[in-house]
């Protein structure tokens, strides 16, 4: 499967339009016929877990681990998630774990591997290299996102030195979202206005250097449309492992 970037893209001026704020938002960043099929993929191949924090504490639930809580197992799931909210950072959204599994030589493959391998292909990191400036990226991270009813990723800064991020993206594959539902990247200032707020929009790649004070908006609750996404960070270290192409 071969996946594109749109070839009329202009990266010259794209690049000046990132320098100008750090970040940009690209629209019609792949071809097409791209972008459809990774949609495609993200809605009927995918078998989408459940991420959130209990404290400092990641917890990643599988597709099996979250269809198996039982009703009072979910009602304490979302007592936790809220409290945790209440107090500080939280998240909660469903996820697939692209490149833990595309380097976990146990896990078969799967659809999202080749997207995984574009994006970490010669095409993409050049593209993003010119696009921000950074030609130390060496590599990218990525897993796959479903935002339903109620998800939300509370504000935070991207920063972890320890896998050395220099840039933060977000590929979006939402179809026909509407201006108030939430969902929205958002951006502070120092006064905790939001400087920006970018809705999903299929086919656009949202991309912005790390640090920056970001979150993603809380999807009302009326919503029954799916918020699909492959995001993760440009780095400068090294990959966990050999590709596998």
């Keep these: 499967m071969h996946y594109r970037l749109n070839p009329s893209l202009d990266v010259a001026s794209l690049a000046e339009g990132y320098r100008a704020k750090n970040r940009l938002q690209i629209r019609n960043v792949l071809t097409e016929e791209s972008a459809e099929r990774i949609l495609r993929h993200l809605r009927e191949d995918t078998p989408w877990g459940v991420a959130f924090n209990d404290g400092d504490r990641v917890v990643e639930l599988s597709a099996q681990q979250a269809s198996a809580l039982s009703v009072e197992q979910q009602r304490q799931t ?3 998630i809220n ?19 595309y380097f976990n030589r146990a896990v078969p493959h799967h659809a999202l591997f080749d997207v995984f391998e574009f994006i970490n292909g ?3 990191l050049g593209f993003v290299r010119d696009l921000t400036g950074m030609q130390q990226i060496r590599w990218a991270d990525a897993h796959a996102t479903l935002f339903r009813a109620g998800h939300f990723l509370k504000y935070h800064t991207d920063e972890k030195p320890q896998d050395r991020r220099v840039a933060a993206y977000v590929l ?8 108030d539902w939430g969902g929205f990247l958002q951006f502070f200032d120092e006064k905790y206005d939001i400087e920006e707020g970018l809705r999903p929009v299929f086919n656009a790649l949202n991309i912005f250097t790390v640090p920056a004070d970001h979150s993603v908006s809380q999807v009302a609750g009326y919503v029954t449309n799916n918020r699909f996404s492959i995001t993760g960070w440009m780095r400068e270290d090294e990959p966990p492992g050999p590709f596998r192409r």
């Design 78 to 80: 979302a007592s936790l």
């Design 83 to 101: 409290e945790g909210a209440r107090k500080g950072y939280q998240f909660f959204y469903h996820y697939y774990p692209l490149f833990a599994n």
């Design 122 to 124: 010669s095409e993409f």
């Design 172 to 179: 979006n594959f939402t179809k026909d979202w509407g201006r």
